[in-house]
């Protein structure tokens, strides 16, 4: 039951749920970019490197900007305990 109680986490947790949103903030931009280029009207429906590159950075992108947040939301909660 000391396991499961409620308090900051510690350090290698939160690295880990860091990395953890990061990993699926990189699969989801990337996913969403690729159905963008697959799917929107007038684009032709073919996948090609420039597309396959732009989802990576669109991914890279995703991933930084979720782990800063969950940065700064994480220095946020310990300054208020």
Do not use: N, Y
């Not at 039951?1 to 308090?7: D, E, N, R, S, V």
């Not at 990061?22 to 929107?40: E, S, T, Y």
């Not at 073919?46 to 597309?51: M, Y």
Request: charge should be positive; aromatic fraction near 10%; include cysteine.
């Amino acid at each position: 039951m000391i396991g499961q109680q409620k308090g900051p986490p510690s350090g290698q947790e939160a690295q880990t749920r860091r990395r953890q949103a990061g990993i699926a903030a990189f699969l989801v931009g990337l996913v969403a970019a690729l159905a963008f280029f697959a799917f929107f009207p007038g684009l032709p429906h073919v996948i090609d490197w420039g597309a396959i590159i732009v989802s990576l950075i669109v991914g890279g992108l995703a991933r930084w900007g979720c782990q800063s947040w969950t940065t700064r939301a994480t220095k946020q909660k310990t300054e208020r305990m």
